[in-house]
C-alpha cells in the first residue's frame, strides 16, 4: 500500500467518525430541544437554563457532521487523483 493510499484511507476514517460523533451529539441536542420545550407547551415549571444550554449541542453535531463529510470528499478527492 502506497503512503498516499494510508493517508487518504486515515482521512476517510476520520471523516466517518467525524459524521458518526456528529450524529449522536445532533441527536442529543435535538432530545434536549424536546424536553426543553415540553413544559413550555404543556404550562409548567420552566426547566433551569442547563438544559436550554443543552440544545445547542444540536448545531455542534451539525457542524461536526458537516466536517466530517468535507474531510472525507477530500480524501476522495485525494484518492481519485492518486489513482488516475
Do not use: E, I, N
Request: net charge positive; hydrophobic share 50%.
Amino acid at each position: 500500500m502506497s503512503s498516499a493510499s494510508s493517508v487518504s484511507s486515515q482521512s476517510a476514517d476520520r471523516g466517518d467518525a467525524y459524521v458518526k460523533a456528529g450524529t449522536v451529539v445532533f441527536g442529543l441536542g435535538a432530545l434536549a430541544t424536546l424536553v426543553t420545550f415540553v413544559p413550555l407547551f404543556l404550562h409548567l415549571t420552566p426547566l433551569p437554563s442547563a438544559a436550554y444550554w443543552l440544545s445547542m449541542l444540536m448545531p455542534l453535531g451539525f457542524l461536526l457532521a458537516l466536517t466530517g463529510l468535507l474531510l472525507s470528499a477530500r480524501a476522495q478527492r485525494r484518492r481519485v487523483r492518486a489513482g488516475g
